[in-house]
C-alpha cells in the first residue's frame, strides 16, 4: 500500500500518500486516484478501529451478548474494501453474531434495546465502476437549441456599442 499512518494523536493521525509522476496526464491521474482510495481505505480502517469495543459481555434486555473475538470482516467504504479485525458479538445459544456500532460504556451499559439496528457488514463486497454507477446527463444534440432561444443578446459583453452613433469630421 502506498498510503501509511504515520503519526497518531488521541484526537486524529496522519496519512502519509506517496503519488508516482507518470509520462501522461491521464496515466497520473489514475495513479493519483488510485493512490487517494487507498489513503481513503485506510483512514476508514482506522475510525472503524476506534469505534470497536473492549470485548466486555454486552447486555440486550434480559440476554448476555459475549465476544467470539476478534474477527477479521470486509466493510465497504467509498474508496474501496476495508478489512478490519473487530468484536464479534453472539449470545449464549448460538445463532446471529453481532458487530457492535460504535464505542459501549465498560459492560455494554450503554446499549439500547436495538444495539446493532445500524451495523452494516458486507461479506462479499462487488465494487462498481465509477462510469456505471453515475447517472448519465448527456442530451442529444437539440437539447439546448430552445433555451439558447430564450437567452436574449443585449450587446456586446463590454456594453460598448457596436456601432459609433456620432461621427467625428476627419479633415
Same mark, same amino acid.
Given at each position: 500500500?502506498?498510503?501509511? #499512518?504515520?503519526?497518531?494523536?488521541?484526537?486524529?493521525?496522519?496519512?502519509?500518500?506517496?503519488?508516482?509522476?507518470?509520462?501522461?496526464?491521464?496515466?497520473?491521474?489514475?495513479?493519483?486516484?488510485?493512490?487517494?482510495?487507498?489513503?481513503?481505505?485506510? /483512514?476508514? /480502517?482506522? $475510525?472503524?478501529?476506534?469505534?470497536?469495543?473492549? &470485548?466486555?459481555? #454486552?447486555?440486550?434486555?434480559?440476554?448476555?451478548?459475549?465476544?467470539? $473475538?476478534?474477527?477479521?470482516?470486509?466493510?465497504?467504504?467509498?474508496? $474501496?474494501?476495508?478489512?478490519?479485525?473487530?468484536?464479534?458479538?453472539?449470545?449464549?445459544?448460538?445463532?446471529?453474531?453481532?458487530?457492535?456500532?460504535?464505542?459501549?460504556?465498560?459492560?455494554?451499559?450503554?446499549?439500547?434495546?436495538?444495539?446493532?439496528? $445500524?451495523?452494516?457488514?458486507?461479506?462479499?463486497?462487488?465494487?462498481?465502476?465509477?462510469?456505471?454507477?453515475?447517472?448519465?446527463?448527456?442530451?442529444?444534440?437539440?437539447?439546448?437549441?430552445?433555451?439558447?432561444?430564450?437567452?436574449?443578446?443585449? &450587446?456586446?459583453?463590454? &456594453?460598448?456599442?457596436?456601432?459609433?452613433?456620432?461621427?467625428?469630421?476627419?479633415?
Amino acid at each position: 500500500m502506498n498510503a501509511t #499512518i504515520i503519526a497518531r494523536t488521541p484526537t486524529s493521525f496522519t496519512l502519509q500518500v506517496e503519488v508516482p509522476y507518470n509520462d501522461s496526464m491521464l496515466g497520473f491521474e489514475e495513479a493519483l486516484q488510485q493512490r487517494l482510495n487507498d489513503a481513503g481505505v485506510l /483512514a476508514t /480502517a482506522e $475510525g472503524l478501529k476506534r469505534f470497536d469495543t473492549d &470485548g466486555a459481555p #454486552i447486555t440486550v434486555g434480559a440476554v448476555k451478548l459475549t465476544t467470539k $473475538g476478534p474477527v477479521e470482516k470486509d466493510y465497504q467504504t467509498p474508496y $474501496g474494501v476495508a478489512t478490519v479485525a473487530r468484536h464479534v458479538y453472539q449470545s449464549p445459544d448460538g445463532g446471529k453474531t453481532y458487530c457492535a456500532p460504535g464505542k459501549l460504556g465498560k459492560g455494554g451499559s450503554d446499549v439500547a434495546q436495538k444495539p446493532f439496528a $445500524g451495523t452494516l457488514r458486507v461479506t462479499n463486497p462487488v465494487r462498481q465502476s465509477l462510469a456505471s454507477s453515475r447517472k448519465r446527463v448527456l442530451r442529444g444534440p437539440g437539447a439546448t437549441r430552445a433555451a439558447k432561444r430564450r437567452q436574449r443578446v443585449s &450587446g456586446s459583453c463590454d &456594453g460598448a456599442p457596436k456601432y459609433p452613433t456620432s461621427r467625428e469630421p476627419t479633415s
